[in-house]
T-cell receptor, first 116, second 109 residues
């Protein structure tokens, strides 16, 4: 597709359940980012993938959160045993080689997660 | 100290005036700097980026970068009600892009 595609767009889940969020980056983009944005807050960095390098997981808030990127393309963010504080919009973004100054990142429309 | 800091606002500017948004960052090794606009309920969209000291102009928008003082700003000339949104400053070092909390801007007709 032309843009970053995320699914589901909305997810309501019960506390304690696991959820998976999917991101399909722009074709040819080697870098992929996950951010979280709680209501009225800024973007919180979660994890970053670049090519075949080890991902930067420094932003993952707990071991309930994990992410993988298969084949250098599609990525899945998994949240285990969801808690109410996990409710937020999860934004995926991708870019060409981030080593070049002008290669900016483009965002998907986000996955809105509500934990009840 | 946060890596990227912005005044959360709200910043209120009359229509037609200049809106000035500021951002400071802590990592002196930061290489490139971005301004994103985010409308309520929408994902961020890029306005412009800058990586050299000085000014960069694009239409009604001007980004200003001062690496010695570690700040970057965005000026919006001839502000329009459609410019009302949250403006996010983002700073990139070697790899990841770190965002500030955003400044909420309201343009009053």
């Amino acid at each position: 597709g032309a843009g970053v595609s995320q699914s589901p767009s909305n997810k309501v889940t019960e506390k304690g359940k696991d959820v998976e969020l999917r991101c399909d980056p722009i074709s040819g983009h080697t870098a992929l980012y996950w951010y979280r944005q709680s209501l009225g807050q800024g973007l919180e960095f979660l994890i970053y993938f670049q090519g075949n390098s080890a991902p930067d997981k420094s932003g993952l808030p707990s071991d309930r959160f994990s992410a993988e990127r298969t084949g250098g393309s599609v990525s899945t963010l998994t949240i285990q045993r969801t808690q109410q504080e996990d409710s937020a919009v999860y934004l995926c973004a991708s870019s060409l080689d981030p080593g070049h100054y002008g290669n900016t990142i483009y965002f998907g429309e986000g996955s809105w997660l509500t934990v009840v | 100290q946060k890596e990227v800091e912005q005044n959360s606002g709200p910043l209120s500017v009359p229509e037609g005036a200049i809106a000035s948004l500021n951002c400071t960052y802590s990592d002196r090794g930061s290489q490139s700097f971005f301004w994103y606009r985010q409308y309520s309920g929408k994902s961020p969209e890029l306005i412009m980026f800058i990586y050299s000291n000085g000014d960069k102009e694009d239409g009604r928008f001007t980004a200003q970068l001062n690496k010695a003082s570690q700040y970057v700003s965005l000026l919006i000339r001839d502000s329009q009600p459609s410019d009302s949104a949250t403006y996010l400053c983002a700073v990139k070092g070697a790899q990841k892009l770190v965002f500030g909390q955003g400044t909420r801007l309201t343009i009053n007709p």
